[in-house]
């Protein structure tokens, strides 16, 4: 089974600085993605930014992109000039690729999450 | 592109009626679907994995007679909470797997259901 841990309950920044969230994660898996989503007020989940575990090179989304070690098993998100849209609750996930609909492929293991407010 | 809707957004309903959730993509096909539970201030818990043209697999703990999911086509999976009752309130969120082009799951905007 996998698991996905954020450090970081609770995170705040100053508009137009930059912050990072932190995620590790532990699994035996070798062929999986990792994602990060941020969930507003509204309570949408929206989808941030994704890493094939297979790449070596960082995922990056404009302001948003991460830091993927994989021999750590870590998977950081830095925010870029933060702006009040950036106000949110992030979860990293952990994503097991599979073929055809073996046990638990495709499913996503989620973090507790990191309250991010952005102050002006 | 990749857009998930959810009907209803929010449900009142009296306890022991059954009340009908669904979920659509919108500009994709989706041969897996996801359904979760989220308690305030908690991550989302996984309820079941929702297969078109078959049964759905349920989470350890979940009662598949109270949460029937049906996956009727490839753009809609609907979740019917029977004989509802208080404990059962809580915010819904579906998710379908864009499994064609980039394995990602996008969610819908959520259901939250009140039982009185």
């Known amino acids: 089974a996998q698991t996905v841990t954020q450090s970081q309950p609770e995170m705040s920044v100053q508009e137009a600085e930059t912050v990072t969230l932190s995620c590790t994660y532990d699994t035996s898996e070798n062929n999986y993605y990792l994602f990060w989503y941020k969930q507003p007020p509204s309570r949408q989940m929206i989808l941030v930014i994704r890493q094939e575990a297979y790449k070596q090179q960082n995922a990056t989304e404009n302001r948003f992109s991460v830091n993927f070690q994989k021999a750590a098993k870590s998977f950081s998100l830095k925010i870029s000039d933060s702006q009040l849209g950036d106000t949110a609750m992030y979860f990293c996930?952990?994503?097991?690729?599979?073929?055809?609909?073996?046990?638990?492929?495709?499913?996503?293991?989620f973090g507790k999450g990191t309250k991010l407010s952005v102050i002006p | 592109g990749a857009v998930v809707s959810q009907h209803p957004s929010w449900v009142i309903c009296k306890s022991g009626t059954s009340v009908k959730i669904e979920c659509r993509s919108l500009?994709?096909?989706?041969?897996?679907m996801f359904w979760y539970r989220q308690f305030p201030k908690q991550s989302l818990m996984l309820m079941a994995t929702s297969n078109e043209g078959s049964k759905a697999t349920y989470e350890q703990g979940v009662e598949k007679d109270k949460f029937l999911i049906n996956h009727a086509s490839l753009t809609l999976s609907t979740l019917t909470v029977t004989s509802a009752h208080p404990e059962d309130s809580s915010f819904y969120i579906c998710?379908?797997?864009?499994?064609?082009?980039?394995?990602?799951?996008?969610f819908g905007p959520g259901t939250r259901l009140t039982v009185l």
């Open positions: 500009d994709f096909q989706a041969t897996t």
């Open positions: 998710s379908a797997l864009d499994g064609g082009l980039s394995d990602t799951q996008y």
């Open positions: 996930a952990f994503m097991k690729l599979g073929s055809g609909s073996g046990a638990g492929s495709y499913q996503l293991t």
